[in-house]
């Protein structure tokens, strides 16, 4: 009689255990969908705002680039250009209106602007001193005659586009100074070499983007 009742008492508290293990195993389950959900909530939140934030940010750069457009615009038409055809104030060089095709700009300039040389067919040669610190976006956009370029030791920056569908570009002497050139600045000039330091940025430029480089200097060769 006692083995029988030992029996039973084992068999309920066997029954009691396993359905507090099925009650845990549910609830664990419940508050691990609970977790799921919220966590996909706070993502698609996330990714909301991130995308308004982007886009918003997006509106803020083309309102941006609009008015500095503008006030490009505005400077090429009230100052004068000098004797050589550059239209240059404080330090910025705004526009090329001359008929040389070898340019030499001024030492003095620091920035030469969006556009500047932007689909110039006069010029085939450009030579930047070193007190040039930054060319910006689209500077030399689409000149078909541009054949050679050779910048000073000095220059920090090309912008976006600064040298695209340049046909022409064979060479392209670039400093050690270089910190950044955006893509796709001479990506499209498939017949040019970069010449640059070895280990520079600009040799790593070339060689990431898989274009013809080497580290010796090249002259200006009318052709």
């Known amino acids: 009689m006692k083995k029988a009742l030992f029996s039973a008492l084992a068999l309920s508290l066997a029954v009691t255990v396993s359905s507090c293990g099925l009650i845990g195993e549910k609830r664990e389950k419940k508050s691990e969908e609970k ?118 030791e000095g220059l920090e920056t090309i912008g976006v586009t600064a040298f695209t569908v340049c046909e022409s570009l064979k060479d392209a002497n670039l400093p050690e100074s270089l910190t950044k050139i955006e893509f796709p600045s001479f990506v499209s000039s498939e017949g040019c070499t970069i010449h640059a330091p070895v280990g520079s940025y600009a040799e790593k430029y070339a060689e990431g983007r898989r274009l013809k480089y080497d580290n010796t200097y090249v002259e200006y060769a009318n052709q």
């Not at 698609?44 to 940010?57: F, G, H, N």
């Not at 250009?81 to 090329?96: M, R």
Request: with cysteine.
């Open 35 to 152: 977790s799921v959900a919220e966590t996909t909530k706070s993502t698609e939140k996330q990714t909301e705002t991130t995308e308004a934030l982007d886009y918003e940010k997006f509106i803020e750069e083309e309102k941006s680039a609009v008015g500095i457009e503008d006030m490009i615009l505005e400077k090429r038409a009230s100052i004068k250009p000098d004797d050589n055809g550059f239209i240059i104030e404080d330090g910025i060089l705004y526009d090329y209106v001359g008929t040389e095709p070898k340019v030499i700009i001024p030492d003095g300039v620091e920035k030469i602007v969006f556009h500047a040389f932007w689909s110039n067919d006069v010029i085939e040669a450009v030579y930047i001193p070193s007190s040039v610190k930054s060319i910006e976006d689209s500077t030399f956009f689409s000149c078909p005659n541009l054949k050679f370029v050779q910048i000073d």
